[in-house]
């Protein structure tokens, strides 16, 4: 599904495995590739198609960030929300950092918000950024993130310690700051509804 | 009485399931249980065996269960979590399940030793732990050992109708060592061997005294 200039957004499947391994890169920490213990997972394509294979994937919680031409430059989540609340972790990665600053991370990122704010109805959207990720932080910065604060000295990699930033947006901020449908966003892409 | 002979740590096993199961079905000490405050007595349960029950000794854990124990039985419970080998991290959750010793000396000596064992044992280099904005003597505990408050979570947990804030905060281990060093001068039998040497000599006396 084309939802701007230049990104499509569709769901992953099992047969995505090879090229995403290439996006669990080990000489590049991110953020999205943390385990509940913080720690770097760097699994293998058989793994992964084994993920991908998985009854919640297939159900929609991977999605797959593509260009014009079909090739890969991303992906992203929202996980579900626990049932007593209605926010949402993002995970989100671009495989190549300048694009954070350019249409496909614009488009993509608005992609997701819609689709946790407007779809979804979440009261807020949170997301983690490592102090390494300053294209990635930008972006969410664009997008109405605010700092929750910053746990240091979390994860452990490339012989340091990495500090790792939370970050949320609240719906009413969303919606206040949200460019009418079809007015031109920061990437002058058009805003769509999400699926 | 000195505070050494209040309070020890011990690992939790299944005999402890009952008493940690009537702590759980109370209300109060379940508004600060995290997770959520509708799972049944029986999921409760489920998982409390599930916290309790044997593991391979040879399996390396990714968390920890303690009991906090006194001279009059159990007094709460005590969780090492996400341990991370990897960042040599974890997170910790510390209920005082029995009322009558619900203060801030138990609490106190129970987080001081746990973090004794986390750092000094498991060789940990940060621990973390997530309170409720509401649980005000919890976070005043972190921040008088030292810990710093590195996230606070707007509107974050459910509780009766209400959102509350959360606070994240991490206490590294320079943090710990300023503490321990704070911790030997005022109180030298505080340290985590003191109370091993004690539990020993109580045990050898209810031995005999059969």
Known sequence: MKVGECVHIRMADPDDAEALVRFYDPTIARSMLLDVRRE???????????????????????????????????????????PEVTYSEMLFGLAQDEDYAGPIG????????????VKRRLSKV??????????????????????????????????????LETLSVVRDAYLARRPPVDAPTASNAKVVSPP | MPIKQRVFIRRA?????NTVVSWMEDPDFQQFLYGDATRSPKQLREQIIGMLGRTNPNAI??????????????????????????NRSCSIDLYIGDKSVRNSIVAAMAFFRSMQYAFDELNMHRVSAFIYAFNRPSWRIMELSGAVRELTLKDHVARDGELHDMYGYGFLRPEY??????????????????????????NAREEAAG
């Open chain 1, 40 to 82: 770097l997972q760097y699994p293998t394509a058989d793994e992964l198609r084994e993920t991908l294979r998985s009854k919640e994937v297939r159900a929609g919680l991977l999605y797959i960030i593509e260009d014009d031409a079909g090739a890969l430059r991303g992906c992203c989540a929202l996980k579900p929300p626990a």
């Open chain 1, 106 to 117: 614009d488009e993509a990122m608005a992609w997701l918000l819609a689709s946790a704010f």
């Open chain 1, 126 to 163: 949170m997301a983690q950024c490592l102090e390494t990720e300053a294209g990635y932080r930008g972006l969410l910065a664009r997008h109405g993130f605010t700092s929750d604060g910053v746990q240091r000295e979390v994860v452990y990699t490339g012989g340091r310690y990495l500090a």
């Open chain 2, 13 to 17: 096993d299944r005999e402890d399931l």
């Open chain 2, 61 to 86: 854990p990714s968390s920890l269960f303690l009991l906090i124990d006194t001279d009059n039985g159990p007094a709460g419970l005590l969780s090492l979590q996400n341990i991370s080998w990897r």
């Open chain 2, 177 to 202: 060592e300023k503490l321990r060093a704070r911790y030997a001068e005022r109180y030298p039998d505080a340290t985590l061997e003191a109370m091993a040497r004690d539990l020993a000599e109580r």
